[in-house]
């Protein structure tokens, strides 16, 4: 579904991403592990359009056998409507909208009413806490909620491709496996998700595949369990 090829991304004049190569297959939770600057945002930031590239190519694929986009030649809202949705770093919740403004947010370039509210009645379904507090501003939401209201209002974008950006930063670990059955229920009804992730160990739980990302540079790949009894990323990442 999504392919990236040899993409090289500055930051300024730092040279951020290096040669990165990737691929997320369709119906696939593939998790992108790394330290500390290592990346890891960027990469997402370039996938969907927020960062130019300086070279290389991502394909994304959003139907079988449909059209392909370079997303490198795509503008951002465009890249939303072909259906890549983004939870970014920190959640970026409006503050002082409310939840359900919030929500309709994640509609924004759809003009399909009917379809819409159907939507936000299966995500008020999956998060009830959501339709609790559908009038409260959602900066009054805690932590854990508001990572509910990012995922809730991306999925309001309908996306083929989920990519989430440290959703467990912050979060206790019984919210953050809450929030990873969730994920795990999203991707089993059909979305495929690319998860950035510091926490290795609830990354390589939920994810099929992983790549590991250091100094901008993609160091590994496997799938999940092989990667998480490899003694390097059993030191490096999870703790010994
Ligand atoms: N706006 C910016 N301008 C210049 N350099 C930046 C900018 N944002 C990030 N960088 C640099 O790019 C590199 C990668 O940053 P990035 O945010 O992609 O890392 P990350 O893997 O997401 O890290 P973290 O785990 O801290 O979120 C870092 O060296 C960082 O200092
Ligand atoms: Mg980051």
Redesign the pocket.
């Known amino acids: 579904m999504l392919t990236i090829r040899h993409l090289d991304v500055f ?2 004049r ?1 040279h ?1 991403l290096r040669d990165v190569s990737l691929e997320i297959g369709r119906g696939e939770i593939v998790a992108l592990i ?10 997402l930031r370039t996938v969907s359009g927020l960062l130019p590239a300086r070279n290389g190519e991502i394909s994304f694929a959003p139907r079988e056998g449909g059209e392909v986009l370079d997303l490198t030649r795509t503008p951002a809202e465009a890249i939303v409507a072909a259906g890549v949705c983004h939870c970014p ?1 920190g959640r970026g919740v409006f503050s002082r909208l409310s939840v359900h403004e919030n929500l309709l947010m994640g509609a924004y370039l759809r003009d399909d009413r009917q379809d819409i509210r159907r939507d936000m009645e299966q995500v008020c379904a999956m998060f009830p806490i959501l339709a609790a507090r559908r009038n409260q501003p959602a900066g009054n939401l805690s932590g854990g909620e508001q990572m509910m209201l990012a995922i809730g209002r991306a999925l309001m974008g309908r996306p083929r491709l989920l990519i989430l950006d ?1 959703p467990s930063l912050g979060l206790a670990p019984l919210v953050v496996e809450a929030i990873f059955q969730h994920l795990a229920r999203i991707n089993r009804e059909g979305v495929t998700i690319l998860l ?1 992730e ?1 926490n290795a160990v609830v990354a390589l739980e939920l994810a099929h595949r992983a790549y590991v ?1 250091e100094n ?1 540079r993609v160091v590994m790949s496997g799938e999940s369990a092989a990667l998480a009894g490899d003694d390097n990323i059993r030191k490096a990442y999870l703790g010994g």
Do not use: S
Request: charged letters at 20%; a neutral charge.
């Open positions: 930051r300024g730092t951020v790394g330290a500390n600057g290592a990346g890891k945002t960027t990469t770093e440290e950035v510091q990302l901008g």
